[in-house]
């Protein structure tokens, strides 16, 4: 579903009827402007020709000196979804996709290729292996989502994926040295789901010119009335800025999330 009534996809993007439709644009532009999560799919099967096709996108992403730190791990079976969809904040669209692939930074492979050859890799220690393979999985795991979308797919990513990192890690086998980083359910969208294209942040907040500018007042203000228009639309309250104040405001407010460090330690991230 994608909201058409301002015009062009631009000005739907960012919810500004004053957009014109872009002077240089794409069918793939095109495509990821229109882009919504989705959180209700229908009972269609997710094949594996489409898998496939999915992950070879995934694999086609960049990564850092080819090093390729990352694995995906696709759960179908109903249980395993039902008992990932708990762990993952109770999110009940987990189970009723009828696939959920979990995004995993892995240097576990670089450590056994290190064993098998007799010698060390101790860079993997280090904080930045740690983002290198969280790096590498966001970024496979966004070109999935765009390949997905390409197919009639819908998806949605699934950050709660990191409220219990080290059940979930039993869960689906993964060896030391292997997180996931989020979750993605795929499936065919229903379309009576009431959602849209959900209004972003101005690019005279996020784009800078050689040097970083804090945001003018005003245009926060003009993104927390159209994203506050846009909640109202579908029965939600409030606008942008409250809704980060009130989910960055302590531990509370993480999921449990705020223990990660040391959960990713016992999993085989030192972090040093």
């Known amino acids: 579903m994608t909201e058409t009534a301002t015009g062009s996809a631009i000005s739907a993007r960012y919810r500004d009827p004053a957009l014109a439709a872009l002077a240089t644009t794409s069918a793939v532009i095109e495509h990821q402007l229109g882009h919504r999560s989705v959180r209700s799919f ?3 099967p997710v094949t594996e020709d489409q898998l496939t096709a999915i992950v070879a996108a995934a694999s086609s992403a960049p990564t850092s000196s080819n090093l390729q730190t990352w694995s995906v791990v696709a759960v179908r079976d109903p249980d395993r979804k039902a008992r990932l969809a708990e762990l993952a904040g109770d999110q009940a669209f987990i189970a009723a996709a009828p696939l959920f692939l979990l995004w ?3 240097l576990s ?21 740690t983002l290198l393979g969280v790096i ?19 998806t949605v990513c699934v950050g709660g994926a990191r409220n219990h990192p080290e059940e979930i890690a039993a869960e ?35 784009l800078h010119h050689e040097t970083y500018s804090p945001p003018a007042a005003d245009d ?34 993480m999921a449990g999330r705020h223990r990660l460090r040391a959960q990713l330690e016992r999993l085989g991230f030192a972090g040093r």
């Open 42 to 44: 229908l009972a269609d």
């Open 104 to 106: 995993v930074a892995d």
């Open 109 to 129: 492979r670089a450590r056994g290729l290190a064993v098998a050859a007799g010698t060390r890799v101790e860079a993997t220690d280090y904080l930045e292996s």
């Open 136 to 154: 590498d999985a966001t970024l496979a795991a966004q070109n999935a989502i765009v390949a997905a979308s390409s197919l009639g797919l819908g």
């Open 172 to 206: 689906i086998g993964l060896p030391p040295g292997a997180f996931v980083v989020f979750g993605l359910a795929v499936g065919v969208p229903d379309p009576a789901e009431p959602a849209g294209v959900k209004p972003r942040l101005p690019q005279s907040v996020v």
């Open 220 to 253: 926060l203000a003009a993104y927390d009335s159209r994203l506050g228009s846009y909640n109202a639309t579908y029965g939600l309250g409030g606008g942008w800025s409250e809704r980060v104040l009130a989910r960055l405001v302590g531990p509370a407010s």
